[in-house]
């Protein structure tokens, strides 16, 4: 229903204050808690297609882990690893569901690739194949997570994978739709490859199915972006969307995602919300053999590197300050890995950051004055090149509903260690305010800062993430 999302969230965001923030003393978490009800009002797409994703979605999907490798099972044990209670909050145990990670998403790898039409993975009438030596059941598998677990399964369209999708004749919207929704998926994430380009389309066949279905566009097109209309009004016919090209395990690409992020603010909001990509932090999975124990990827020796801890709490920072969807990409059945990002995924100012609005997803603050200009890797296996001039250093601030703002100051590895002065207005607080500061990570107060926020040397791949409460 269309208030799934909401329920889901309201329900974390109750438990996070009742076996955290009171016993924390933290009247900032009930007022964020209090704001993110404000949400369930009108949506920036007007309702449509549906009145889904008032905040931003968080989950799991499996590219960045997996790739193209995957299967029935390794799926499942994804929707195990959301649901498990293995770590705790305040002495409560917890699981990554009880925090608002409430959806599986099964990426590339499903298809029946070239069983198909043409080598498609359409058949004759134009229903998708599924790779049954791969997924043998994929309807149980669904309904088991939805049912055992309370965890909603995410499909994938219009499949990258699968280059023959572009020799099919015609689109089938309507039966990939329907499948979609026959088979119990909660969302869908349509790539921008194949012939079914029309990201419109897709939202009017999911709305014939009769189910209130996420819609996630992923460079797909008409439109390719959301557009403000002459009425001032917002043309977003889906729920998220890609801002940018994949992210690379690299606070760099994470940088221009972000700076690609920046220019769509203005027509998100709640049901249209800004995706730089999935979060890379935990892959390539770690490896102490390899590299000194940066981490590599098993079929590419030692040649590719991985966020560090403090590298992946800045872009999960960044990506919580500007509304984005936060989607997990790292192996949940590896506990390694569970336990090294969990104090990072499951901090709960930063999940209510993410979810608060008070009218704007977020803003750019002040970025630096240089230019670095240079070749930056894209994709989960850093497969795509591409040559970009960005700000080596941003600052993005998100107004809260109770008059705080939170922000964030991320520096690259571009241009060594960086020193910044922020005026507290261009954060979003008012003109000459007085603010008492708090990092979101350690809860450290920082005392009071009057006019400015002034930073010195702050170390490359790194951020600070603050609050700024007026008095």
């Known amino acids: 229903s269309a ?10 965001g109750v438990f996070l204050w009742l076996n955290f923030g009171k016993t924390n003393g933290s009247p900032l978490l009930l007022a964020l808690l209090l704001g993110s009800l404000l949400n369930m009002g009108e949506t920036t797409n007007n309702g449509f297609p549906n009145s889904l994703g008032r905040t931003p979605p968080r989950g799991w999907r499996s590219w960045n882990a997996f790739n193209g490798n ?6 499942f044990k994804q929707v195990v690893g959301l649901a498990q209670r293995s770590h705790t909050i305040d002495g409560v145990p917890t699981s990554l569901l009880d925090l608002g990670y409430d959806t599986v998403g099964i990426d590339e790898g499903w298809a029946a690739c070239g069983a198909g039409v043409n080598g498609s993975y359409h058949d004759a009438n134009g229903n998708p194949m599924i790779d049954a030596s791969r997924f043998p059941d994929m309807a149980g598998m669904v309904r088991t997570a939805r049912t055992q677990y309370n965890v909603s399964m995410g499909w994938y369209m219009n499949c990258c994978g699968c280059d023959a999708e572009h020799k099919l004749s015609a689109p089938h919207y309507r ?34 199915t009769g189910r209130a279905i996420v819609l996630e566009n992923c460079n797909d097109d008409t439109p390719f972006r959301p557009e ?17 090209i994949d992210q690379a395990p690299s606070l760099t690409p994470t940088m221009w995602n972000l700076w ?35 981490g590599c990827y098993p079929d590419a020796g030692c040649n590719h590197t ?4 403090e590298a992946g709490k800045a872009q999960f920072a960044a990506q919580a300050v500007l509304s984005s969807p936060l989607t997990l990409g790292f192996d949940l059945s590896n506990q390694t890995e569970y336990d090294m990002w969990w104090p990072v995924v499951s901090n709960p100012i930063a ?14 603050a002040a970025a630096s004055p240089e230019q670095w200009t240079g070749p930056v890797p894209h994709g989960a296996l850093c497969e795509v090149i591409q040559t970009h001039t ?17 922000a964030v100051a991320i520096n690259s590895a571009l241009a060594g260690p960086a020193s910044m002065t922020v005026s507290l207005g261009a954060l979003g607080l008012p003109p000459g305010a007085v603010a008492r500061t708090q990092d979101v990570w350690t809860g450290e107060s920082h005392g009071y800062v009057q006019g400015s926020w002034q930073i010195n040397n702050l170390p490359e791949e790194s951020a600070l993430f603050w609050l700024f409460e007026p008095v």
């Open 3 to 12: 208030i799934d999302d909401v329920t889901i969230k309201m329900a974390a």
């Open 70 to 75: 995957i299967n029935q099972d390794l799926i």
């Open 175 to 208: 039966q990939d739709t329907a499948a979609t929704a026959a088979l119990g998926f909660a969302s869908l994430k349509v790539d921008g490859c194949g012939n079914e380009m029309n990201i419109t389309a897709w939202a009017e066949g999911l709305n014939r």
């Open 228 to 244: 403000k209309l002459p009425d001032g009004s917002i043309n977003c016919p889906y729920n998220l969307f890609r801002t940018s």
């Open 260 to 294: 690609e992020t920046i220019p769509y603010l203005g027509v998100s909001g709640p049901g249209c919300f800004p995706y730089p990509d999935m979060l890379t932090m935990g892959t390539p999975a770690w490896d102490p053999t390899c590299n000194q124990g940066q």
């Open 306 to 309: 991985r966020l560090s801890l």
């Open 351 to 364: 999940l209510f950051i993410n979810d608060a609005w008070a009218g704007e997803p977020g803003r750019l």
């Open 390 to 406: 960005m700000p080596t250093w941003l600052v993005l601030s998100k107004k809260l509903p109770n008059g705080s703002v939170a």
